[in-house]
Every structure is written in structure tokens, then in C-alpha cells.
């Protein structure tokens, strides 16, 4: 997106990869189909210790702006849930459409490109020791994107080349990611693996409704996904098994209605049949509505509510969609994406300290911020 921005304008533009081809992350997205933007981005949908900083670029290339893109080169597309816009056929068409429109500009992509050093020239301008050999420019972007799915290409070199001009690098870790359970808590839930249902995952004041499956190492599911990204080993995360429901009330009105039944039975009804019976396993113990004081259907409800999951960890960079934390935007100019200690050096995407929910919000900033620096460099 940056190569073709700043080749629209002009400018002679490489784009050096050292993975056999480019855009090995859009292929894999979305199950295939790239889940390329979401027509809902605002700032809100992105975490970083700068809440402030994607603003600009945000506001500058939106979605409209790519779906407009997409639409040039008549990809079909449609809304899946929640503003999250996928291709019809594949996502193959998208890295096919930024390939095309990046040859129009006369931007050049070269992959198998290792690039071993970088460093500044006195007058300006940086020279690149590569597989290619040496390559001098004027303006540097770096697009290395983060640190998972190592397999695909992933590397912590952008990380090391902002520290080696100075930039500081906030600690990184997986976010969108599925949470491992261990010990007495993976036991309890690990047979229920496949156990899929909608829950309202809260973590740190963020909360999220979507479904949530059993794993045979933790739980994953979207709405764990998105709260992994708040969450950190230790933290308090809690779901609420019944998000639908007033759940005090649909309680009493059981209790009123169904008294002889058993709790175990009533959950088994709102709840998959398994789920809810380790449930009362461990949780719950049931007897019949009736013999539960008002206190205690008080404490079932709580529990239903504000279900507490003691998580051990993530499953890592293997399985994380995404990197949290990475250049620290405070030392980066937040419409162009310039170093403000080196001129002519610029970052985007992922490496930056800019990281969205699940949704098409991550593949939104890299175009943003793309957009923002070629615009410039
Ligand atoms: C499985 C999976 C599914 C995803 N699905 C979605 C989705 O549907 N929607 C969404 O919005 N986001 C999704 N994401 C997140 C999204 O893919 C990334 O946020 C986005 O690709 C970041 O773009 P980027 O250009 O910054 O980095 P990347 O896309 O990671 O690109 C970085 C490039 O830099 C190259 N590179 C790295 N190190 C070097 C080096 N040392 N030398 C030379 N080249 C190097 C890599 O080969 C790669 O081509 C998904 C991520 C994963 C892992």
C-alpha cells in the first residue's frame, strides 16, 4: 500500500521481502478469504500504549477508501458479521489487486531478498547491504509486520533496526491468540473439547460478545481471542455464560415455574448439555429449584454471570494472529509515520505499537498507515 502511494506520486519504489512471495499473511486471513477491512474501524478498535497515534492515518485512508479499491478491480465481497468485510471467492484476488496496482505505479517487488545491513549515509538517505546487493535510497520503510507465525516470514527485524537508529521497542506478545489452561483447570474443562457457545468475555474493562470454544490445551473462539489482547498472565478474565439473559430474573421465574426441576436441568436447556453439567460438577452444586434460599440463587446467578477462568498462558506466537506492543509511537509522526530522530525513515503496520481487535481492523491499519507514509516518503 506504501509502494503504491508514494509510486502514485512518482517516486521510484522497491519493496524488498526475503520470504518466496509476498503477502503470505493476506493468504492465510480469513480462513482464505482475507477478512480485509471492517466497515466500523475507529480508533477505539486498537490497543497501544498511544491510544492517539492511528488516528490520522485512520481518518485519511478508510475503509470506504479500500473497499473503493477493491471494487476497481472487481473483487466480490460481503459482510460476514459485525462490519467485517471478506472476499467472495479468495484472498488470493487481494494480494493480486496490490500486486497489479503496485506494477502501475512501476514499483518494483523483489521477494527472496535478505536484507543483512542498514545504515545511514552522512548527506542523508540509507544504504542497504542485501541479497541483492547494495541498494541506496532516500526514504526507508520499515513494513516487517510482527512476530507471529514465524513459518510465514515473521521476524524480529524491524524491532532491531528501530533500536540500532535509536528507537525505543515496548515489550512484545501475542495478542488474538488462544488461552492455555493448566493443572486443575485445564482438567476440569479438557473432555469438553469441541464445546462451542456465546459468552461476553471481560478482561481489564474490555469486553467482548462472541462465541467461545473448548480446546483440548485451553479455550480459543473469537470472543477469547479478542479479550487475550487484554489480557495478561495473572489477570483477572471472567465470562458471562448466558449474555442474552437478566439471569436473577430468568432464575426466579424457573424457580417459580419448575421448582422440583434440578438446576442441572434448567442450565442443560440455556447451555450446551456437557458444558452445563461439569458446571454443576464443579461450580453449581444442583438440587431442585426450590430448595435454593434467595441468597443462593443470587450466588448461581453471580457465578453464571461473572464466571471466573484462571488461564495459564497463550499459545504463543505459533497460533497469534497478531503482535501487541513494538515501536513506540511516541517518537513517530503520527500523519506520516516518520521517525522524529532519523528523517527519511519511516514505519507501518505492525512492528509500530499499533495493534486492532479481530475483524479486519489490523489489515485496516497497515493499509492506513501504508497510505499515510507513502504519501510522503
Ligand atoms: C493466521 C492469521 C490470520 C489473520 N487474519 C486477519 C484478518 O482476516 N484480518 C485482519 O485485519 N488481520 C488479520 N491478521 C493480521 C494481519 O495479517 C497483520 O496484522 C498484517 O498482515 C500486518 O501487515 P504488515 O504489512 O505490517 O506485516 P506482514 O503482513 O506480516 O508483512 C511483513 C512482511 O515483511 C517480511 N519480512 C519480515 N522480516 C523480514 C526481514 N528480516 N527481511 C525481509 N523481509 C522481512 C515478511 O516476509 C512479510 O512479507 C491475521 C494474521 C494471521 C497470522
Excluded at 480462513?31 to 497501544?48: H, I, V
Excluded at 473483487?75 to 500486486?99: P, T, Y
Excluded at 506494477?103 to 531478498?113: D, F, L, R, S
Excluded at 483447570?185 to 457457545?197: E, N, P, T, Y
Amino acid at each position: 500500500m506504501c509502494a503504491i502511494a508514494a509510486g502514485a506520486r512518482g517516486r521510484r519504489v522497491r519493496v524488498l521481502d526475503h520470504a518466496n512471495k509476498v503477502g503470505k499473511k493476506i493468504l492465510m486471513s480469513g480462513g482464505g478469504r482475507c477478512n480485509f477491512t471492517n466497515t466500523g474501524t475507529t480508533p477505539a478498535q486498537y490497543l497501544s500504549a498511544n491510544p492517539h497515534f492511528c488516528k490520522s492515518a485512520l481518518a485519511r485512508y478508510t475503509p470506504a477508501d479500500f473497499i473503493a479499491m477493491v471494487e476497481a478491480h472487481r473483487i466480490a465481497w460481503h459482510e460476514k458479521e459485525l462490519g467485517q468485510l471478506f472476499c467472495d471467492d479468495s484472498a488470493k484476488q487481494i494480494v493480486r489487486m496490490l500486486l497489479d496496482e503496485t506494477a502501475a505505479v512501476g514499483a518494483g517487488v523483489h521477494t527472496h531478498c535478505s536484507i543483512e545491513t542498514v545504515e545511514r549515509l552522512d548527506g542523508g538517505g540509507f544504504r542497504l547491504r542485501t541479497g541483492l546487493g547494495t541498494i541506496e535510497c532516500a526514504s526507508l520503510v520499515v513494513a516487517t509486520g510482527g512476530l507471529s507465525i514465524p513459518s510465514m516470514g515473521a521476524s524480529g527485524f524491524g524491532y532491531a533496526l528501530a533500536r540500532q537508529f535509536g528507537h525505543a521497542v515496548l515489550a512484545t506478545r501475542a495478542g488474538l491468540v488462544p488461552l492455555t489452561l493448566s493443572g486443575k483447570h485445564q482438567a476440569r474443562l479438557q473432555d469438553l473439547s469441541g464445546v462451542a457457545f456465546e459468552v461476553e468475555a471481560r478482561c481489564n474493562g474490555a469486553g467482548f460478545r462472541n462465541r467461545m470454544l473448548v480446546t483440548h490445551r485451553g479455550i480459543s473462539g473469537p470472543a477469547i481471542l479478542q479479550v487475550s489482547s487484554y489480557w495478561q498472565p495473572g489477570d483477572d478474565l471472567r465470562l458471562d455464560l448466558l449474555p442474552d439473559r437478566d439471569i436473577p430474573s430468568w432464575l426466579a421465574v424457573q424457580q417459580r415455574e419448575r421448582g422440583a426441576t434440578e438446576l442441572r436441568t434448567v442450565l442443560s436447556e440455556a447451555l450446551p448439555r456437557r458444558f452445563a453439567q461439569r458446571l454443576c460438577e464443579v461450580w453449581l452444586p444442583s438440587r431442585p429449584l426450590r430448595q435454593y434460599t434467595p441468597a443462593q440463587l443470587q450466588q448461581v446467578a453471580d457465578t453464571l454471570q461473572s464466571w471466573p477462568l484462571v488461564a495459564s498462558g497463550t499459545e504463543g506466537y505459533r497460533t497469534a494472529e497478531v503482535t501487541l506492543g513494538g515501536v513506540d509511537t511516541h517518537e513517530l509522526s503520527s500523519s506520516t509515520m516518520m521517525s522524529r530522530r532519523v528523517p527519511g525513515l519511516y514505519f507501518i503496520g505492525e512492528v509500530v505499537d499499533v495493534t486492532g481487535w479481530l475483524g479486519g481492523y489490523n489489515f485496516q491499519w497497515a493499509w492506513a498507515s501504508g497510505h499515510a507514509a507513502g504519501e510522503v516518503a
